[in-house]
């Protein structure tokens, strides 16, 4: 080869060296809130709303797609460091979603406070459609043992917990963290519908049919879609068994998604924020089969009021945060005296 062609070719090299060496000494993007939904109704924007739709919206309308190795859906982030994804349903695929968000170059999550949202199922004795919840504490429903009611005592439990989980099976959240979610969001008027009100008054018990608020307590994690008297009543025995707050509200995720943050990052910065579109068990004039295969308009109603609540809900906390990161970013603040 003639020793004019060795030059352009070697510059050429050194070009694209320098273009590769710049983009892999490019600063990870400093994330300051990170949004974790669990599902999606077609697409982002433009149709029916499910539980990222209005985060999108809210934030990354004008955001490129963040592709994440072993993530389900990719990342989208704002200028103002506000992050999200789709994380899917489950435990495993949220979690394992997660996890490869946290760990990817692409970010810095060091700092980063996080807002886990979703819908959710709530016991009738303490919440109702359209509530939105703060969670205290996360369990975990199904690191046990079960049995049918007939091979144990008549009334007694039938679940006992597995021994080595202790440190898996039950998280509190910051409860300063907590307590500053419930000070910006506790009072806010949540958006209500009449079919979520008509579908209300077919439960006797008074906590169902109050109209939506924010509410705070123990989140029950289970892959397990419970129903029923017994398995609502089963759910709180396991959160008072492991000494938690009472169980308001039923999910798929949050326990163990807290367990990947922990992990990686420290939970201090974590919070779970549900919204309740369906009561975990029927009225007392319906079978628990009738509750989980309804006849037609017999739904409770009130799904996109209540995914709305959640986005207006939490965003009201990422706004704060944000707006204030100065005195948020190395640790929730002290929660000012009443």
């Not at 009738?124 to 199904?142: C, H, K, N």
């Not at 519908?193 to 906590?207: D, F, L, N, T």
């Amino acid at each position: 080869m003639p020793f004019q062609r060795l030059i352009p070719i070697a510059a050429a090299l050194s070009f694209t060296f320098s273009i590769a060496s710049s983009a892999a000494a490019a600063e990870p993007l400093k994330v300051k809130v990170f949004i974790g939904s669990m599902f999606e109704i077609g697409q982002n924007t433009g149709d029916r709303a499910g539980e990222f739709q209005h985060w999108y919206e809210r934030y990354f309308n004008h955001s490129q797609a963040i592709p994440v190795k072993g993530a389900l859906n990719p990342v989208y982030c704002n200028e103002d460091g506000v992050c999200g994804s789709v994380l899917g349903m489950g435990k495993v695929a949220s979690s394992s979603s997660l996890q490869a968000i946290i760990l990817n170059p692409q970010f810095d999550m060091s700092e980063a406070y996080f807002v886990i949202n979703g819908v959710a199922g709530t016991p009738p004795e303490r919440g109702t459609i359209a509530d939105v919840s703060w969670a205290t504490w996360l369990v975990d429903y199904d690191l046990g043992h079960r049995w049918a009611p007939e091979e144990g005592e008549p009334g007694a439990p039938t679940f006992m917990p597995r021994k080595g989980y202790e440190k898996v099976r039950l998280f509190q959240l910051n409860p300063d963290l907590v307590g500053w979610a419930m000070r910006l969001t506790g009072k806010m008027t949540l958006k209500d519908s009449e079919s979520a009100r008509a579908y209300r008054m077919r439960y006797p018990q008074e906590a169902a049919r109050q109209a939506p608020s924010v509410k705070a307590g123990t989140h029950m994690t289970g892959d397990t879609f419970f129903h029923g008297p017994g398995m609502s009543q089963q759910a709180q025995y396991i959160a008072k068994l492991y000494g938690a707050d009472d169980y308001l509200i039923t999910e798929m995720e949050a326990a163990a998604i807290a367990q990947v943050v922990q992990r990686t990052l420290g939970d201090g910065r974590l919070l779970s924020l549900r919204g309740a579109v369906n009561f975990d068990q029927g009225n007392p004039n319906e079978t628990t089969l009738q509750h989980l295969d309804p006849a037609p308009g017999q739904t409770a109603g009130g799904f996109a009021e209540t995914v709305d609540n959640v986005a207006a809900v939490g965003g009201t906390m990422v706004d704060y945060i944000v707006a204030h990161w100065p005195e948020w970013k190395n640790g929730v603040p002290p929660l000012p005296r009443q």
